[in-house]
């Protein structure tokens, strides 16, 4: 059974179950309705009964009832409590003298009562003519035309539940069409897409559930899109960064063997192929890292380490290298701050940072690490006076064998490393930097990542 089906069932049951429930509770109400309207009226007439008989010595009560008769459609009577004798002119004498007969238990003083009829067609209302005194004042009514409105109203509802649920079998049936046309719509979009491009997108016309769903639906195909595009250009400049070596080894090994060469020159050789060869070595460690990284923390090979301890070493490190190109390398470490984590990890992402921007400063420039906690964060900051960062470049500073420029020595995977290790962590990398102004790049880690 569809969906459509199915909803068109249950809204059909809910609202069928919801109009006898008002049906029966409605007929309970007008019922209820027209008997308290029925005392009411009763209650009054035996008031006005009661005035005109207390008043009048017995032998007028005849006329007197007769009088009242004419100007009301109720019956009176007068009922003597011992004779069980019954004063008044009604079809319904018998009946009412049968019904009264059943008092037994009438309290002395002025008490009122209303009752049914023995045969259920009429209404009484009874109450003492003066308080001890053992005739009754009756008031009499038929109830017929109550039955009669019941009867005619259950028939209406009786007549009208069979259209309602027509009618609601078609609500439900266009509401349930209607509702899960959007559904269709991201059936046939999905259906269209092709998964090497995914450029199809499903269009949204309203935000409702089912928009939200389907824009929610378009932003993962926008991220896999963009997933696929960059695991298109990884396979091109992966392909491109591994061939290089390859065909430079490749060069000099077949040069070495095109004739008898001298000692030095086979030494050349195999000094270029091994420089070549630990250039693709340093590619294949760079992409296992981030292998690792893609994996997610590795709880097994965590511990809680103390992150500024891991700086110090780091810039420490660096301080030969930096000194080598005539660098100011200086740091501002926080003490105590720990995370849990990889020291491995941490290691790597100091180094690269570090390397980057020593890589990037002329002689003479600066490059500053700090490390600091604020606001609930672990911040690494590494600023240096170097050649800085054109616009166009940030957004891609994090994808895979991205390089501004190929002619400096490097994987395109350093960047990538680190922000793949800030991002596994719950953080972020951020940079801010322009020509000629040098570069910043901010870790931002939450305090206590990966605990």
Do not use: C
Request: proline share 4%.
């Amino acid at each position: 059974m569809s969906v459509k089906l199915k909803l068109t069932g249950l809204y059909s049951v809910v609202l069928l179950s919801t109009l006898v429930i008002m049906s029966i509770a409605s007929s309970l109400m007008l019922s209820f309705g027209l008997v308290s309207n029925l005392n009411n009226s009763l209650a009054e007439d035996i008031i006005e009964a009661l005035n005109t008989l207390s008043t009048i010595p017995s032998d007028e009560y005849p006329q007197a009832l007769a009088e009242l008769e004419d100007k009301s459609v109720s019956s009176f009577f007068v009922y003597d409590l011992n004779s069980k004798s019954l004063i008044g002119d009604s079809p319904s004498n018998t009946v009412i003298q049968e019904t009264l007969r059943g008092i037994t238990d009438w309290q002395t003083g002025i008490n009122s009562h209303s009752m049914n009829s023995v045969d259920g067609q009429s209404r009484l209302y009874l109450i003492s003519l003066t308080p001890g005194s053992d005739k009754l004042v009756v008031v009499a009514r038929d109830t017929a035309y109550i039955q009669a409105a019941l009867k005619t109203y259950r028939n209406i509802l009786f007549m009208t539940l069979p259209g309602a649920l027509i009618i609601a079998a078609i609500a439900g049936w266009v509401l349930a069409n209607s509702s899960l046309r959007q559904v269709r719509v991201i059936t046939d979009t999905a259906e269209k897409i092709d998964p090497a491009k995914l450029e199809e997108r499903i269009p949204v016309k309203h935000r409702d559930e089912l928009g939200r769903l389907s824009g929610t639906l378009n932003a993962l195909f926008d991220r896999i899109h963009g997933f696929i595009q960059r695991q298109h250009r990884f396979t091109a400049d992966a392909s491109h960064d591994l061939t290089a070596p390859l065909t430079g080894i490749r060069s000099s090994a077949e040069v070495a063997l095109m004739k008898e060469r001298t000692p030095e020159e086979y030494r050349q050789s195999l000094e270029n192929i091994i420089g070549r060869t630990d250039k693709m070595q340093a590619i294949v460690d760079d992409l296992m890292t981030l292998a690792g990284l893609d994996a997610g923390p590795r709880p097994a090979k965590s511990a809680e380490l103390e992150l500024s301890k891991l700086a110090e070493e780091a810039v420490n490190r660096w301080q030969a290298p930096a000194a080598n190109e005539d660098i100011e390398l200086t740091a501002e470490i926080k003490p105590g701050v720990s995370i849990f984590g990889e020291p491995e990890q941490f290691d790597r992402l100091l180094d690269n940072l570090l390397s980057n921007a020593v890589k990037y400063t002329p002689p003479g420039g600066k490059v500053n690490l700090t490390l600091a906690q604020q606001d609930g964060e672990i911040i690494i900051r590494v600023t240096d006076t170097g050649i800085g960062i054109s616009p166009e470049h940030l957004p891609h500073l994090g994808e895979r064998f991205y390089r501004i420029d190929r002619r400096v020595e490097g994987t395109g995977l350093g960047l990538s490393i680190v922000q793949g290790t800030a991002q596994i962590y719950r953080g972020g990398m951020e940079v801010e930097s322009a020509p000629g102004e040098g570069s910043t790049f901010r870790i931002i880690l939450p305090d206590g990542s990966g605990s």
